[in-house]
């Protein structure tokens, strides 16, 4: 079974521009998280998706960021314009509600550097 | 609110010592409780989890981690460290029954020949 797949594994790009991460999550996972980790931080959770619907879109910076899960599968997450402090890793993870626990499966990231 | 303290930045061990990683959690209900690893340039891979009953868990790896809601802790621990457990650990806490994971800062565990 394929794990979790994001794009691009790097980024870097000037400040002021525009940012694009992709995530494809675990084939059935109806449920997709967005985290931010920034250096020598644990991940902090940027917004969670069940299908389609953004449920927990609290900690996202609504002015610059936005995401968008289409067809309730993969995921966009989009930095306009990107600041120097956005330089982070953004993790996508997946999980499925037939788990009564919900175990998160985290894909490997994109590190993002703003200059 | 929930939190997660994970004592210690950097543990260092010699190969074949004990590994101990601290974690103290805080929760107004029942938790679930994680320990995930993070080896440079991953994603985080799940090591143990304890959810419901028995509360020493055994996880991949060799780790283990006994629940103390007593004393609010969840520690990792591994009898004999080798090399390739050199890597970042991180505690996180959800809610039963709710997804949204609060991790810890994470705890670099440094391996030494």
């Known amino acids: 079974e394929a794990g979790v797949v994001q794009s691009p594994r790097y980024k870097i790009i000037e400040k002021k521009q525009p940012v694009a991460f992709w995530c494809n999550p675990i084939?059935?996972?109806?449920?997709l998280y967005w985290y931010r980790q920034n250096l020598g931080q644990g991940p902090e959770l940027l917004i969670r998706y069940e299908n389609e619907e953004a449920v927990d879109d609290s900690q996202l910076p609504k002015d610059r960021f936005s995401a968008e899960r289409l067809k309730g599968v993969d995921s966009t997450l989009k930095i306009q314009p990107a600041e120097l402090g956005d330089s982070a890793v953004y993790l996508c993870a997946s999980s499925s509600d037939r788990a009564n626990y919900n175990e998160q499966f985290f894909g490997p990231g994109t590190r993002l550097t703003v200059l | 609110a929930q939190s997660v303290t994970q004592l210690g930045s950097h543990v260092s061990v010699s190969e074949g010592a004990l590994v101990l990683l601290r974690c103290n959690y805080s929760s107004s209900v029942p938790p679930y409780l994680f320990w995930y690893v993070q080896y440079p340039n991953q994603g985080l891979q799940l090591l143990l989890k304890y959810t419901t009953g028995a509360t020493l868990v055994k996880g991949i790896n060799g780790f283990e981690a006994e629940f103390k809601k007593s004393e609010t802790s969840f520690h990792l621990t591994k009898p004999s460290a080798h090399m390739s457990d050199a890597a970042e650990y991180f505690c996180a806490v959800s809610e039963a029954g709710y997804s949204t994971l609060t991790f810890g800062k994470g705890t670099m565990l440094l391996v030494s020949p």
């Open positions: 084939s059935g996972h109806n449920t």
